[in-house]
């Protein structure tokens, strides 16, 4: 009886995250089969597609990740000339199966295979997808201004209406602002932070001031532009990148636009400025597009031109002037695709190595093609560690197939930048959701630096704050070091460090569960690091005791407690397959 391959399992979609060029030379390849079909050997037959009834060439894909359902096989092409034609030939126990465009077939006639094989018709310069390098490397530290640090003790501050290590509510303001984190840098530096996000810091009556009034205008509360400009180029001295907020979906309702409609309704030159169902906007009813259900946030008309270039001269002027790195993009994902393009090709012509970070909490790869982000702050991955840390709802196994799933969704260069974070302004703290265990939130932290990306700490993780949903996440950083959990911050200070290693920057990434434990390694020239974490509950041996780097939850017989973890460097051994 003939071996049946699942032809619904199958897929391969070319210029997608299937097919992806990583410069003018080299081409990644991906085919997706059913979890079942594992053993199959993949061939991809390929060559220039002008040759390809004459002149092919054959070579096997490795099998480098499954999940839950798929496996999925991966080969770089090194090409000698961009426009290529392939089919994949699929061999499994003594039968021969060949995948085209038109699916699934016992025989293939290459003399007509311009009909329906897949290609890569030309790898053009400008659609190129290049990574930001310096984000290989990078440490992300996301700052919340108002609750971090105050500097200034000469500025105006009656409105500071909360006492500092107070509990916060949604209104309260407690005072800091630029010049408090310009006196922390040092203490970054020392943690091992080598890129800082801030929340908004433009004029906005909030204390989060995600409804900017002026997008040219730092708010006073914070500091002025000088203070912003010293901030950047000590930062900057000390290796350390900045980027900045963009609130592009929406704005305050005391923005000098809004109240030109408010006033004038369709006779404002702003009207289509907004999305509004009538000839005035009326506030109480809030008859037009806004955040959320937020009437005083009301909604930008991406889609209009007018709007595009006003948002994006906002973008590139912080960038001219004040030499930022980047924009973490806020809402990004109900801004339009038109206007995201837009953005990107100014502010890359501006500053090339500026990187754009949308916030999308879900797959993303419409946005994520190199014309609009680089990344995403990857709430997949947060989703992952709340199931396994802090719900314990997942085995190694599941939780390896959770993680290869995310893997897949993007290209090699959006995975390499995307901000893997544990907690952030918008969600309960990490320490607080796993309960104030200790061992579970220094393996949570160690997964998000040996995962391929860019690890990001929200502002006090490092000491173990706590905090609930917001505006409890959002409480006033405990500067006395005496109250800190010094054990647990040399930890992670070591943790940080582990991204000094190429391996960590530039590594192959292979995710593998061995019984009880998640396997990670990571490959890269002669150097293999493998992370091995226990999630059972009960101590499991350690499975590859090689050359340790960093180590948790070890016992004295070299056993892992439940949720330790052990993280050894050894030279690379090359075995593609899991």
């Keep these: 009886m003939s071996y049946r391959l699942n032809k619904a399992g199958i897929s391969h979609l070319t210029d997608s ?40 060439i054959k070579k096997t894909l490795a099998l480098k990740y499954k999940d839950a359902n798929y496996c999925y096989f991966e080969t770089i092409l090194n090409l000698y000339d961009s426009r290529l034609a392939y089919v994949f030939e699929l061999n499994v126990e003594n039968e021969k199966y060949y995948f085209s465009e038109e699916g699934l077939s016992k025989e293939y ?56 290590g107070s509990k916060p509510t949604p209104t309260n303001f407690a005072g800091g ?19 800082i996000y801030l929340t908004p810091i433009f004029l906005s009556p909030s204390n989060h001031k995600y409804d900017i009034i002026d997008y040219y205008k730092v708010d006073p509360q914070f500091g002025s532009e000088d203070d912003l400009f010293n901030l950047v180029q000590k930062a900057h001295r000390l290796g350390m990148k900045v980027i900045l907020d963009a609130v592009f979906n929406h704005c305050s309702m005391l923005s000098k636009e809004f109240q030109d409609v408010i006033r004038k309704g369709k006779e404002s030159a702003y009207y289509d400025w907004f999305i509004i169902h009538g000839d005035f906007p009326d506030v109480e009813n809030a008859n037009y597009e806004c955040f959320a259900t937020c009437n005083y946030m009301p909604k930008w008309n991406t889609s209009n031109s007018e709007v595009q270039d006003f948002l994006t001269n ?50 993303a790869n419409s946005f994520l093609r190199g014309d609009q982000f680089d990344s995403i702050m990857n709430y997949a991955f947060t989703k992952i560690c709340l199931d396994c840390f802090a719900e314990n709802k997942l085995t190694a196994k599941e939780t390896s197939n959770r993680l290869n799933s995310i893997f897949m969704r993007y290209s090699l260069q959006t995975n390499q930048m995307n901000l893997n974070l544990l907690d952030s302004h918008d969600t309960h703290r990490i320490f607080t959701e796993l309960k104030g265990d200790e061992k579970k939130f220094l393996a949570a932290l160690a997964l998000s630096f040996v995962f391929v990306g860019t690890p990001c700490i929200y502002y006090g993780t490092e000491i173990a704050m706590e905090g609930g949903y917001d505006p409890d996440s959002r409480r006033t950083f405990e500067w006395n070091r005496e109250k800190w959990n010094l054990s647990l911050f040399e930890k992670i200070k070591a943790i940080i460090r582990l991204k000094k290693f190429p391996v960590l920057q530039d590594g192959d990434i292979l995710i593998k569960h061995i019984e009880n434990q998640l396997i990670i ?28 780097i960093l180590s948790n939850g070890k016992t004295e017989n070299n056993q892992l407690d439940s949720f330790g973890f052990y993280i050894s460097m050894s030279e690379a051994i090359k075995d593609e397959k899991i």
């Design 17 to 56: 995250m299937y097919c992806f060029a990583i410069n003018n030379e080299k081409l990644v390849i991906r085919l997706r089969m059913a979890l079942e079909d594992e053993k199959t050997v993949v061939n991809i037959i390929y060559g220039m597609k002008y040759e390809y009834q004459d002149h092919r």
């Design 109 to 164: 006639d290459f003399s007509k295979g311009f009909y329906n094989f897949f290609q890569m018709p030309y790898i053009n310069e400008a659609d190129l997808y290049p990574t930001v390098d310096w984000m290989k490397n990078a440490v992300f530290y996301q700052i919340f201004v108002d609750r971090f640090s105050r500097g200034d003790f000469q500025k105006e501050d009656k409105y500071i209406d909360l006492d500092w």
């Design 177 to 195: 602002d630029l010049k408090g984190i310009i006196q922390k840098l040092p203490y970054l530096q020392e943690l091992g932070i080598n890129a």
């Design 314 to 363: 906002v973008g590139i002027h912080w960038i001219k002037k004040y030499d930022i790195d980047g924009w973490r993009l806020d809402v990004s994902d109900e801004v339009s695709h038109q206007f995201w393009r837009h953005f990107r090709l100014a502010v890359k012509k501006e500053k090339a190595d500026c990187v754009l970070i949308g916030e999308n909490w879900h797959h």
């Design 521 to 548: 390694c990571r490959t890269f020239k002669d150097k293999q690091l493998t992370f091995q974490m226990n999630l059972s509950t009960k101590t499991e041996p350690i499975l590859v005791a090689d050359k340790e």
